[in-house]
C-alpha cells in the first residue's frame, strides 16, 4: 500500500468515526435533553391537572367546567395526552388496573413512574390525598392514593424534527468542513509524494558506485521522517562504496586479467604489451604515467616509463623528477645508485603542463621485493589522479600487483629466452661460440669459399699441461686462466675471424679467406699473444701456459667439414708430439700420413663393428638425496692395435662408413648381456645416434634384443641430444611414441645446448633431464650458470621430469647441486666409466 493511499484511507476512516461520533453525541445530547424537558414539562402539567381537580372540588364545579379546563389545558400542550385514572371510579375494576401494570404500580405504590413505548414518553403521578381532601373525601384518609394522572409525550417525533433542523442547519458547515479536510489530505499527500519522488529520484540516478555519492548528499526534506530515511540510505550509500565494486570496474578488471597471459609475441615485445595495457586501463581509470623499476646491478637500477600520450618537455622533466625522488626514497634504493630511465608512450596524443600542478603530484601505490627475483623487477608503480577513490584505489592495486609479476616473468623470461639463445650459441665460461655453432659455421664457410673459390685456414688450439693447472690450483682458478686466454686470442684475431670453444682447453679458429701463409702468420701472432697470459693463484703464484696449433686449409687438405677438422686435430697433437707450444704446418707427407690413418681407423671401425668388438662401459649415476648409485650410462669403447678408443674418437668415423647404428646394438646387447649376470636393479641409460632414428627396423631389433637379455624394459632410458635431431622432428615422433609403447624411458640429453630445448619439452614426454655439463661445471665460479642451471631445475620439477647435473667434478658442486634440489649427478667425483658391471651398490669415487 501507498503511503496517498494510507493517508487517504485513514483520513477517511477518522473523518467518519468523527462524523459517526459527532452524530451519535448530538442525537445523544438532544434525545436528553427534550427526555429531560419532557419529563419537567409533563410534571408541571400533573401539577396543574391536579390544581385544578383540587379547585373544581373545592368550588364546586360543574362537570362541564372540569371538562372545559381539560380542554384549555389540552389545547396549551396539543403534542401532551392527559388522562385522570381515579382508583375508585364507578365501573373501574381491579382487572382494568392489572391490565396496566404501570398504572397499577403507581396505584399501588404511590411513587412517579415513566415508561417510553413507542417513541411516547408515559409518565404516571400519583394523586395523594391531603388534609383539605378529606372533607370531600370523608371515607379517604391522608396519603392515600386517590387516583393517578397520566402525561403522554410523542418524544421520538419531536427528537427527529429537532435533529433533522439541525441537520439541515448544519449542512452547510459540514460541506465546508469536508471540502477542508479534503484539500487537507491532498496537500499532505501531495508534499509526503514529492518527498518520496524525490527520493525515488535519486536511487534511480544511481548505475555506478562512484553514483552512491550523490545520494549521501540529500536534498532538504520538508518532513523529518523523511529526511531520516534518506539520511539513513546517504549512510547505507557511503558503506557500499568503501565495500562494493562497480560492475563496469569489475568487468574491467576481470578483461585485463584476461590479457595477463604471456605469449612468446608478449616477449618479444613486452614494452608495446605494457603500452597496450595502459591504454585499456584509462578506459576506466585515469592513469598518466606507469613506471617499472629493474635492478641490473648492486647499485644500477633501470626504469621504464610508460606515457597515456606524448608528453612535451615540461612535462616530462616534472615527472622524471617526481619518479627519481620516489625511487631514491624508499629504503631498498636509497643511497648512491645509478637510475637510468627509458620513456614510452601508447599513442600520439598531446600532454601538457595544462593541470593544476597540485593535480600531477605524483601519487604512487609502489609494490617493492625485498630481493629482485623475478626478471630483476624491484616495483611497479603510478602516477594517478583518481586513487583518492578507494574502489579504483583497491582496483589499481589489485592491477599493479599482478602487473608487478606479470611483468617481472616477462622480464625474467625475456632474460631467460635470450640467455637460452646466447647459451646456445656461446660457450658460457668464455663467451666464445660453442662447438655446435662452430660446427654451423664451418660449414657455411666451407660452401662460401667453394662458391668463391677461395681457400680458408682452420686453426686448431690446445692449452699445453692445462690440467696440472687444475689439479693444483683447482677449477676455478683453471677457469678464470680459460678466461684470460680467451680474450686474449680474441684480441689478436681479425675483425671477421670465428672463435669458438670446442671443449675443454681445446678452442678453433676460422680464418676465411686465408691461405697457408696468411693462416701461418695469424697463428703465430696467436701464439705469442698465449704466451704472455699469465694470471695470479690465490697463493701468490704467478701462472700461464703455452699453446700448441694445428693448421689446416680448405680445400688443400680435406674437402669436408670433418675430415678438415681432423686434419688439423692431428696436426695439433703433432705439434705436441713434436715438444708443445708451437705451431704445425701440414706437408704434402703429412696429407699423406692423416689420410692413410683416417682410412686405417675407418677399416678398424668397420672391424670392430662386424666382429662385435664394441666394449661397453658403465658410469654411474648418483641419487643426490639417498647418495645411492641408482643408474649408469653406458658407453661404447673400442679396441684398436691393443689401444681403448673413446666413443668420440671414432663416432664420427662410424657414421662416415655407415655402421652408427649397428654400432648402438651392439653395445646395447653387450651391456645387457654383462648386466644380466648381476643383482643390478637400477636404470640403465643408452645413448641412441641419429641414424637409429632413420631406420624403421630399429625399433624391432631393440625389442628383440631387450626381450632375450630379459631386463625390464621400463628400467632402460634412452638419451636423445636435440641438437643431433632437430631437423628430424617427424621422425623423432615416431620413433619417440614407439620407444613408449615397448614401455621404456626417454631422457633429454644436454639440456641448453641447442635451440630447441623447450620446443622438445613442449612436444615430447620425457621422464630425465641432462643438463648441459658445462653449466653445472661453471656453477661455483658463474653466478649466470647457477641461475640457469635452477632455472631449468624448477621447470623440470614443474612438469615432472627428474633432472641428472653431469660434470660433477667435486664435492662443493654436489652439495650445491644437493641444495638446489637436483634428483641425480653423474661425474668423475660419482665414479669414471668403467668395464665392471654394475651391481646393487657401487662406491663413488675416492680420487
Known amino acids: 500500500m501507498s503511503i496517498r493511499l494510507f493517508i487517504l484511507l485513514t483520513s477517511a476512516v477518522v473523518g467518519l468515526v468523527f462524523v459517526g461520533g459527532s452524530w451519535y453525541a448530538v442525537t445523544s445530547g438532544f434525545e436528553e ?7 419537567n414539562q409533563a410534571e408541571e402539567s400533573a401539577r396543574l391537572t391536579q390544581a385544578m381537580l383540587y379547585e373544581v372540588m373545592n368550588t364546586g364545579w360543574y362537570p362541564e367546567q372540569a371538562q372545559a379546563f381539560n380542554a384549555a389545558l ?8 392527559i388522562r385522570i385514572h381515579n382508583a375508585a371510579a364507578p365501573g373501574a375494576t381491579p382487572a382494568d388496573r392489572a391490565s ?120 532538504e526534506q520538508p518532513f523529518a521522517e523523511i529526511a531520516r530515511i534518506q539520511q539513513a540510505l546517504g549512510t547505507l550509500a557511503m558503506r557500499l562504496r568503501s565495500i562494493a565494486v562497480d560492475k563496469d570496474i569489475l568487468l574491467f578488471e576481470i578483461g585485463l586479467l584476461e590479457k595477463f597471459v604471456i605469449t612468446s609475441e608478449v616477449i618479444r615485445d613486452w614494452r608495446e604489451y605494457v603500452n597496450q595495457l595502459l591504454t585499456d586501463i584509462n578506459a576506466v581509470i585515469d592513469v598518466h604515467v606507469l613506471f617499472s623499476v ?23 622533466s616534472q615527472i622524471e623528477a617526481q619518479i627519481a625522488e620516489a625511487v631514491k626514497d624508499h629504503p631498498r634504493l636509497s643511497g648512491p645508485a645509478e637510475i637510468t630511465l627509458r620513456h614510452h608512450h601508447d599513442s600520439d596524443a ?50 599493479l600487483s599482478t602487473l608487478l609479476n606479470v611483468v617481472g616473468s616477462i622480464k625474467a623470461i625475456h632474460k631467460y629466452t635470450r640467455d637460452l639463445e646466447y647459451y646456445a650459441t656461446r660457450d658460457p665460461l668464455t663467451g666464445l661460440y660453442n662447438q655446435r655453432v662452430f660446427w654451423e659455421l664451418l660449414g657455411y664457410e666451407v660452401g662460401r669459399s667453394q662458391r668463391h673459390a677461395s681457400p680458408f685456414t682452420l686453426l686448431l688450439l690446445d692449452l699445453d699441461n692445462f690440467k696440472l693447472i687444475n689439479d693444483h690450483y683447482g677449477h676455478a682458478c683453471g677457469d678464470r686462466f680459460l678466461q684470460q686466454f680467451s680474450g686474449a686470442v680474441a684480441a689478436a684475431l681479425r675483425p671477421g675471424d670465428i672463435f669458438a670453444r670446442y671443449g675443454g682447453d681445446e678452442f678453433v679458429v676460422v680464418l676465411p679467406e686465408a691461405d697457408m701463409e696468411q693462416g701461418y702468420t695469424v697463428a703465430q701472432r696467436v701464439l705469442d699473444v698465449a704466451r704472455g697470459v699469465e694470471i695470479e693463484a690465490k697463493n701468490g703464484d704467478r701462472i700461464h701456459a703455452s699453446a700448441s696449433i694445428g693448421v689446416a686449409v680448405f680445400p688443400d687438405h680435406a674437402a669436408d667439414p670433418k675430415d678438415l677438422f681432423l686434419f688439423a686435430d692431428t696436426m695439433m697433437y703433432r705439434a705436441k708430439a713434436e715438444g708443445k707450444e708451437r705451431v704445425r704446418l701440414p706437408t704434402n707427407a703429412d696429407v699423406m700420413t692423416v689420410f692413410r690413418d683416417l682410412s686405417e681407423m675407418g677399416v678398424a671401425v668397420l672391424a670392430a663393428v662386424e666382429e662385435k668388438r664394441i666394449t661397453p662401459y658403465f658410469q654411474p649415476i648418483l641419487g643426490i638425496a639417498d647418495k645411492q ?33 649397428r654400432l648402438d646394438a651392439i653395445v646395447i646387447e653387450a651391456a645387457l648381456a654383462k648386466v644380466a649376470g648381476t643383482d643390478y636393479d637400477g636404470y640403465l641409460f ?64 644436454d639440456f641448453g645446448s641447442g635451440f630447441s630445448s623447450f620446443h622438445y619439452l613442449r612436444n615430447f614426454t620425457f621422464d630425465f633431464l641432462k643438463i648441459e655439463g658445462d653449466f653445472v661445471a661453471n656453477m661455483l665460479s658463474s653466478e649466470r650458470d647457477q641461475v640457469f642451471v635452477r632455472s631449468i631445475t624448477a621447470l623440470a620439477r614443474q612438469l615432472d621430469i627428474k633432472v641428472i647435473a653431469e660434470f660433477v667434478e667435486n664435492a662443493e658442486i654436489l652439495a650445491l647441486l644437493d641444495e638446489i634440489g637436483i634428483d641425480y649427478a653423474q661425474g668423475y667425483l660419482i665414479g669414471r666409466p668403467t668395464q665392471e658391471a654394475p651391481g646393487t651398490r657401487l662406491a663413488l669415487c675416492t680420487r
Open 33 to 39: 435533553t427534550l427526555a429531560r424537558h419532557a419529563r
Open 74 to 81: 389540552r389545547a396549551s400542550n396539543p403534542d401532551m395526552t
Open 100 to 219: 396496566d401494570p404501570l398504572l397499577r404500580e403507581v396505584l399501588e405504590s404511590g411513587a412517579v413512574r415513566e415508561q417510553t413505548v413507542k417513541g411516547n414518553l408515559r409518565s404516571v403521578f400519583p394523586l395523594v390525598a391531603e388534609a383539605r381532601c378529606l372533607s370531600c373525601h370523608n371515607l379517604a384518609q391522608e396519603g392515600q392514593v386517590l387516583g393517578a394522572i397520566e402525561v403522554r409525550t410523542p418524544l421520538a417525533q419531536v427528537v427527529a424534527e429537532a435533529l433533522w433542523a439541525f441537520f439541515f442547519s448544519a449542512m452547510p458547515s459540514i460541506l465546508l468542513g469536508i471540502g477542508i479536510a479534503s484539500g487537507g489530505v491532498w496537500w499532505v499527500s501531495r508534499r509526503i509524494g514529492r518527498s518520496v519522488e524525490a527520493v525515488e529520484e535519486q536511487v534511480d540516478a544511481i548505475s555506478s558506485v562512484a553514483d552512491l555519492k550523490a545520494l549521501s548528499n540529500p536534498a
Open 294 to 316: 629493474f635492478q641490473i646491478g648492486d647499485e644500477a637500477f633501470e626504469v621504464e616509463v610508460f606515457w597515456h600520450g606524448r608528453p612535451d618537455d615540461a612535462l616530462r
Open 350 to 399: 598531446a600532454l601538457s603542463t595544462a593541470l593544476d600542478a597540485a593535480e600531477l603530484a605524483l601519487r604512487i601505490k609502489s609494490l617493492f621485493v625485498e630481493q629482485p627475483k623475478i626478471g630483476g623487477i624491484v616495483g611497479i608503480g603510478v602516477h594517478a589522479d583518481t586513487l583518492a577513490d578507494q574502489t579504483h584505489m583497491l582496483v589499481l592495486e589489485s592491477i
Open 629 to 661: 648409485v641408482a643408474a649408469v650410462e653406458v658407453l661404447s669403447r673400442i679396441e684398436i692395435n691393443g689401444e681403448v678408443i673413446r666413443a668420440d674418437q671414432f663416432i664420427e668415423i662410424a657414421e662416415k662408413v655407415g655402421v652408427i647404428h
Open 686 to 749: 643408452f645413448n641412441l645416434s641419429p641414424r637409429a632414428l632413420v631406420l624403421s627396423e630399429f625399433t624391432t631389433t631393440l625389442r628383440t634384443i631387450v626381450a632375450a637379455s630379459g631386463f625390464p624394459p621400463e628400467r632402460i632410458v634412452f638419451e636423445i641430444t636435440e641438437r643431433d635431431t632437430v631437423k628430424n622432428l617427424s621422425l623423432l615422433q615416431r620413433f619417440l611414441s614407439e620407444l613408449r609403447a615397448e614401455g621404456f624411458k626417454l631422457a633429454i640429453d
